[in-house]
């Protein structure tokens, strides 16, 4: 896992917490929901290709 995604997890963590105290905020969510699309799509990336390498290794 790429450290930039590491740190948008935590900052969606943070996102979602923020959303309970103070109430929805429909554009943080809307962003939020890019931010979420882009690390599922690194993830997947990564797990891929460590499952490709454990494979031939």
Known sequence: ???CTLICTI???FLL???FYSG????????GGFVI???WTDC???LRYKLKHRKHG
């Open 11 to 13: 900052g969606i963590v």
């Open 1 to 3: 896992m790429r450290a």
């Open 37 to 39: 699309v882009g690390i």
């Open 44 to 46: 997947e990336r990564w």
């Open 24 to 31: 929805l905020n429909w554009e943080r969510l809307f962003i």
């Open 17 to 19: 917490i923020d959303q």
